[in-house]
């Protein structure tokens, strides 16, 4: 065991050791997590059609690395992208890739009223956001009135609703351009500065 890894006992097993390594930046932990492999990382119902679906800790950073890659490939480094809905393993792939795309990440409180997730939104010049099909109206309503916003990436469903806006493309379809980048060569960016900011977080505070 190196000398930077930490053991934490279990609540309720003391004698099985959980071993956290450290990450200096998201780009570290990307790679830690793909370093798990095909071991299994989630297990839960599908939203849509009440399934079982389950998810391996490469599959998640394969997830990550199209997310990111297909940013680039929009255009979008080093911009604000928000991320919203309902935890999921779609939620935690979007913020992660937004990361590690070089990017500021402003998660959002899905239950926040229209108006205000609306001024968040253009506070930020957010140019794209990433959120959950139970809330394609009022994300769709928002977005018309947010002329920064290029693109709406919707989670948890394989095909658009009618009446989608243009800029509106699902998850997958947006993994799976993001992966054709993958093939072609994409690299997370260089880190070059570990200090400037990675996110933007509106509380219950915020006026």
């Known amino acids: 065991m190196s000398e930077k890894t930490t053991v934490k006992k279990i609540r309720n097993n003391p004698k099985t050791p959980r071993i956290y390594e450290p990450v200096a ?13 095909e071991r299994q990382l989630f297990l839960w119902k599908d939203p849509i059609s009440g399934e079982d679906r ?23 480094r080093g911009s604000r992208i928000a991320v919203t809905g309902p935890n999921s393993p779609m939620w ?7 990361l590690a795309a070089d990017c500021i990440a402003v998660p959002m409180d899905k ?4 108006s205000e997730m609306e001024g968040f939104l253009k506070i930020v010049d957010a140019e794209a956001v990433f959120f959950d099909t139970s809330m394609f109206e009022k994300i769709t309503g928002i977005a018309a009135n947010c002329e920064k916003i290029k693109h709406l990436i919707m989670m948890q469903n394989d095909t658009l609703p009618e009446g989608a806006p243009a800029i509106m493309t699902t998850f997958d379809a947006w993994v799976a351009e993001g992966q054709k980048q ?17 996110e933007m977080l509106f509380t219950s505070g915020t006026t």
Do not use: F
């Open 25 to 37: 930046n998201v780009w570290e932990l990307c790679a830690h997590i793909n370093g798990h492999g």
């Open 54 to 76: 389950s998810m391996t800790y490469g599959e998640l950073h394969n997830r990550i690395h199209a997310v990111a890659a297909a940013i680039d490939h929009a255009g979008l």
């Open 92 to 98: 935690i792939a979007s913020y992660l890739g937004i």
């Open 111 to 114: 239950d926040v009223a229209d």
């Open 182 to 198: 993958v093939d072609n060569g994409y690299t997370y960016p260089e880190v070059t500065d570990t200090h400037k900011m990675a």
